[in-house]
């Protein structure tokens, strides 16, 4: 089982290279968790950060930081993460509600805790898809605090570049029933193949009703983003250079690839979602965020 050997700890795992990003994601979580306007909450993001030593000074409450909400990295990178979140835990509650499914499935699960924090239906399975080492620090950190997660967790411990689709159906995912899937801050990170992989053998996967989200950036040269307040404050303050975490090959229209499958998709920028919720991020000059876009996937039903 994922996490149950000493030497497995899964620490170095989560400190270096893009499993830093992970911890990253659960810092602007524990903040956004504490905010008085916040829009979701993650009560085991903060102990996910306070278990890995790189970790030990970044902040957990917006009110450890000294410039607040105006600090490019935990003020509104944050509070990105936070629109994000809550975002997609509304995608995936609606899908599993329209869908009836009864599987989820996160590709690059990360530290994740949907399993734990969402309230789902009865004989719901959520299967959580990362590397060995991501999936042994969630656990570790997860079992010293006793929780109980509310669906049945099944931990599928593979890199996405491998077999990830023998893994999942070894480990009990039905592709004959209905599924919904969520790729969350994972593409960019991923080479061009393997997105691709990735998105066809998702709709292989997924029947009539099935849903899909995931985060792209449009494409263009990223290096016009170098000295983006958010990327530079990102760097400086806690080491994440992610211009050199994100694959530079040219990325492949995975919407367009979906809609061609016969896929119904919404893309959409997380500013729309800003002015919906009245909370996070707007434009700004030199925007690192310009090109993100949030897609929406659904399989029509015959």
Known sequence: MVGTTQ????????????GLTALLVAAARAIETYRTDTLAQDPYAEHFVRAAPACADWPLRIEQVPDGDTNPLWGRFARYFGLRTRVLDDFLYRSVRDAGARQVVLLG????????????????????IDRDGVLAFKHRVLTGLAAAPKAARVPVPVDLRDDWVGALTGAGFDAAAPSVWLAEG???YLPHAAETYLIDMVDRLTTAGGALAF???????LLEYRDSPLYVSTHRQIGIDLLTLFDRQPRPDSAGALSVKGWSTSVRTPFEFTRLHGRGPLPEHNDALEG??????????P
């Open 292 to 301: 993100n876009r949030w897609v929406f996937a659904h399989k029509p039903r």
């Open 7 to 18: 030497q497995n700890t899964g620490v170095e795992d989560v400190q270096g290279g893009v």
């Open 109 to 128: 699960a990360g530290l994740d805790t949907r399993a734990y924090r969402l309230d789902w239906p009865d004989g719901c399975v959520v299967f959580e």
């Open 186 to 188: 994972l593409l960019f």
């Open 215 to 221: 985060e792209v950036k449009l494409e263009r040269d």
